[in-house]
């Protein structure tokens, strides 16, 4: 047995002193929950314990704060925090955010799908590829890029390059306008009627 002699906090870590001058540090909600406090007796064991619950805890608190900055797939998370985590530690901090709805595959899609649609338009087969990237099940992936209209996504990304483009040089115009489309998943049915379709509006 041990005993504690003092506590100390250090922004979200509690250092504890033993009676042997041994110290460690534990996350403030792995103290608190199992009631640490100066004057307490405690055993090889409950250290060894007490270690553990706080490899899970900076486990968790890391991939809240990973979620705190964007919405993450499943797989994408469990690849981050293998970097730095214990597997069971992980696979544990996994399946409580899943149970609080923190990490939602579908969720993580839509947002993904929404947010690029608003900022970059890409075509639903680049869409579909970057998420499969990010470990998103192909099932989920289906049900999300449904949404997306490649002929509408691509005249939404072409628009704010068309107009700065030479409106003199139609063939110049015709080839980068493509080639950017292109970088961005869509193929030539969808390129040729959104080119077509901004030259005209470019010389109107």
Avoid: N
Wanted: glycine share 6%; with cysteine.
């Amino acid at each position: 047995m041990a005993r504690i002699t003092a506590l100390k906090a250090s922004g979200r870590r509690i250092e504890v002193r033993l009676e042997d001058g041994v110290t460690f540090s534990l996350q403030k909600e792995v103290a608190l929950s199992q009631g640490i406090k100066p004057g307490q007796d405690v055993s090889a064991e409950k250290l060894e314990d007490l270690k553990k619950l706080d490899g899970y805890q900076r486990c968790y608190d890391a991939a809240t704060h990973l979620l705190s900055y964007r919405p993450r797939s499943r797989a994408e998370m469990r690849q981050r925090l293998m970097k730095s985590f214990a597997e069971a530690d992980v696979e544990k901090a996994l399946k409580r955010l899943s149970e609080q709805r923190l990490l939602d595959d579908l969720a993580f899609a839509i947002f993904w799908r929404d947010s690029r649609r608003q900022s970059a338009p890409r075509s639903r087969y680049l869409t579909g590829l970057e998420l499969k990237q990010k470990g998103v099940p192909a099932a989920t992936i289906e049900e999300v890029v449904t949404a997306i209209d490649d002929t509408e996504a691509a005249y939404q990304a072409a628009q704010s390059r068309a107009a700065r483009l030479p409106g003199e040089d139609h063939q110049l115009f015709r080839r980068r306008l493509g080639d950017y489309l292109r970088r961005r998943g869509f193929g030539y049915g969808v390129i040729a009627p959104t080119v077509a379709r901004l030259w005209q509006e470019l010389k109107q």
